[in-house]
């Protein structure tokens, strides 16, 4: 079977072009793209087989501003970032840091040790260590021969 090969003229081909070109400009500025914000407070999240580490970055929060809980195996950071206080006359000339109140759940790979759960802030990083569960830690079993 043969195919006949046909040759686009000028015109489809910028047809084609400009079509492409919307294409592309709808997939960048979609409504929906500019509402997406990252979530805050940023997180890291590290698993060893005894302990989990999560480290949460808030910067201008104080510790007596944030609260940490875990239930079952779910944790949740949750506070308050207060705004600047501006002194008299002074005004904005450009504000991009946010602030009010925030919450962040996550779920956690395994089951923790609550009792047993510190947490530390240092230089606007919270420090959270989780240590795994006795009754969920990972045992070797001893292989007997007969």
Request: cysteine-free; glycine content about 4%.
């Amino acid at each position: 079977m043969m195919y006949r090969r046909y040759r686009l003229s000028p015109m489809w081909r910028e047809m084609d072009r400009l079509q492409r070109e919307m294409t592309r400009m709808f997939d960048e500025f979609s409504p929906f793209r500019l509402r997406v914000a990252p979530a805050y407070p940023a997180l890291n999240v590290w698993s060893k087989d005894d302990a989990l580490l999560v480290t949460a970055e808030l910067p201008g929060v104080s510790s007596e501003d944030i609260e940490v809980s875990v239930v079952g195996e779910t944790l949740t950071l949750s506070g308050e970032r207060k705004p600047d206080e501006l002194k008299n006359g002074a005004r904005y000339h450009r504000q991009e840091r946010g602030y009010g109140k925030f919450s962040r759940t996550l779920q956690l790979p395994f089951p923790v040790k609550v009792e047993d759960i510190e947490a530390s802030f240092r230089n606007g990083v919270l420090h959270i260590y989780m240590p795994r569960a006795e009754e969920d830690r990972p045992r070797k079993i001893a292989v007997k021969t007969a």
